[in-house]
């Protein structure tokens, strides 16, 4: 089935004209960077084309690349330890030419042609309790309070160990070379 460019600007104007669809969009997202899935390759480049689609227990979003920065799939191996269900699939996105002259329009008309590029898809479907629970692991650091002090002491008796076993190092070197 052909993605249309257009089919891709609705998705993402309907995600801005809801609050639900932004947040769970960044849950997801912050799912997918606390798991490191983009350490591997080309899974930065990915675009929202489709979602997200909620279910009872699931969140589905689908991601496109171009044809020729497809997805590490180590990624995805990532993502199917924590419950996730990943599916690659080949399609082809359509878009209109950049009118230069006037052969770029149809024939008989005002619209330009179209032009079909190959893309990959990755769908994605997460359970939303490993998105709670990311959730929660977050606001728990983002609501703990550090003292000043307590830091600034660690940090001292982190330079005390550290010359106390330079010291130590130091004198056993001392005693060997004598012996």
Known sequence: MTKAITDVIQNTKEIFMTDSSLNTLLDFERVLDELDLYVFKHWKEGELVQGPAYEKYFVTCTFMWPHRMMPDPRGGERLLSYDCEVYYSK?????????????DFEPGGKMPKMKKVPVWL??????????????????????????????NQAYEEGDDAAENISDEQNEQGNEQGIA
């Open 122 to 151: 990755v769908k994605i479907v997460m359970p939303k309790k490993l998105m709670q629970e990311i959730q929660q692991g977050s606001l728990e650091l983002e609501s703990e309070t550090l003292d000043l002090e307590d830091v």
């Open 91 to 103: 399609d082809m996105l359509e878009y209109p030419v950049k009118v230069k002259e006037p052969d």
